[in-house]
């Protein structure tokens, strides 16, 4: 992927595009490749990837909140994490 991402940018010039990805696609090292170059991304993932530590603080702070939307600060690799709790996702446990 961060071959794709260095062509794009030769492409059209120096640019620093979002990148936006499933978690699949990026493994750690990547992210973390990307950071260091200065490319923003958004990378989509479940909570069940998530250590069960986090899991809890989610379901603490955000159980039964439609639509709520909380930043977690360095939780995964380093990063912050944003939780969204989409309506379908109310009742379900974590």
């Known amino acids: 992927m961060l071959k794709i991402v260095g062509r794009f940018e030769q492409w059209v010039g120096p640019t620093k595009p979002i ?21 923003p991304y958004v990378v ?16 603490q702070e955000l159980s039964g909140i439609d639509q709520a939307i909380k930043r977690f600060p360095d939780a995964h690799v380093g990063m912050p994490l944003v939780c969204v709790l989409a309506p379908t996702s109310i009742g379900h446990s974590f």
């Open 19 to 39: 990148i936006v990805a499933d978690a699949a696609m990026l493994s750690k090292a990547n992210m973390l490749q990307l950071n260091a170059d200065g490319y």
């Open 44 to 59: 989509g993932a479940r909570l069940a990837n998530m250590t069960q530590r986090y899991i809890d603080q989610i379901d």
